[in-house]
């Protein structure tokens, strides 16, 4: 009976294709809707836990003042090497210590030039930056200890300097900035775009050749802090602030003059608010749903006025209210279901498009997909019950007499 019943709504379904389609429109419209902002939502978190992780794994990033990125001014000491060696030998937890000083510089090889940042640190900042090589070797424990004349230059620098041809390395040459030159040693792998702009525009030397040679300075601009995996970053950067404190001579009611930033802390607040926000745009998309829901009642409302005479023959000949209940609420939950899978198939190539436009990750979420086609259903049970109940009550003999 269930199977007959069913193929009867589809009939009815294909009667009026154009009306049924117009019907299922605000469902298709909902469904899609719905996937789309919670799919783009998904890869825009995506794209932002990327960046942020490309910055390293665990990273604690100490630097002098009180505000993020420095600011040293104003009589702010800076860092030193021994402050990085102090807290790589007392702090628990910690996997590496990277000691950096930073400075401008328009490098010049291969008969061109291009101004850009350039980095001296040890090999530390390569693992605690989660940088890896395209081509070449890190620095060797000789030539970080005697301030040796040699360089690793990111992706963005060997091109401009070298042409655009991944192909030409730049390994091996000379390459010059103020009053020295050095040999390009390595390539950093290419990160791209981050939250302090290019990543792969900088040249990094070791840093006592930095010191030495370009800053004529010992003072140290950050301390890149790689935690250990597991490590619990709260009793860490406690321990953390309590010694740089002592280092630096800090009275009990002085304030801090230098700044932890934890990325990861970063990563779990922005992550935490685009989630907020990608809720709440479906939820505001959810509401199209039930425009479709309204849609779909009034069209079976219609449906059983025009059908009014063939209701009262099944009645007549011995239907019973459930089955002509059945017929129309198979109608209805039909008309939304096939709406929502129409809206699945749009929101899959919708999300596909707009994730290459926004250039962020395509995250497929199957859990949204199947709540939004199961929702759907839903849509057509609660909205298209009214109607039936109203078809199943009729009387037979009223019915028959309508005109």
Known sequence: ML??????????????????????LGIVIGVSAVITMVTL??????????????LGTNLLMVSPGQRIGGGGGGGVP???????????????????????????????????NWATSVSGSTNAWFSTGNWALASGRLFTPEEQGAGAAVCIVGETVRRELWGGSAGTTGLGEQLRMRQFSCQVVGVLAPKGQGGMGDQDDAVIVPLHTLQRRVTGSSRVNFLMVSMAEGADSTPLKASLRQLLRERRKLAEGDDDNFNIFDTQQLADTLSSTMG????????????????????????????????????????????????????????????????????????????????????????????????????SAAIGVVFGYFPARRAAQMDPIVALRHE
Do not use: H
């Open 3 to 24: 199977f007959s019943v069913f193929m009867l709504a589809l009939r009815s379904v294909r009667r009026n294709l154009l009306r049924s389609f117009l019907t299922i």
């Open 41 to 54: 939502g998904n890869g825009a978190t995506a794209a932002i836990e990327e960046k942020i992780s490309s």
């Open 78 to 112: 800076q860092f030193t090497e021994a402050d990085a060696e102090a807290v790589a030998a007392q702090i628990g937890g910690v996997a590496e210590v990277a000691p950096q000083s930073r400075a401008s510089a328009t490098v010049v090889a291969n008969g061109r």
């Open 276 to 375: 907020v926000l990608t809720d709440l745009l479906g939820a505001v998309a959810a509401v199209s749903l039930l425009v479709g829901g309204i849609g779909i009642m009034n069209i079976m409302l219609v449906s059983v006025t025009e059908r009014t005479r063939e209701i009262g023959l099944r009645l007549a000949v011995g239907a019973v209210e459930r089955e002509v209940l059945l017929q129309f609420l198979i109608e209805a939950v039909v008309l939304s279901a096939l709406g929502g899978l129409v809206g699945v198939m749009l929101a899959t190539g919708a999300s596909w498009a707009g994730a290459r436009l926004m250039d962020v990750p395509y995250v497929f979420d199957p859990f949204i997909n199947g709540v939004a086609l199961v929702f």
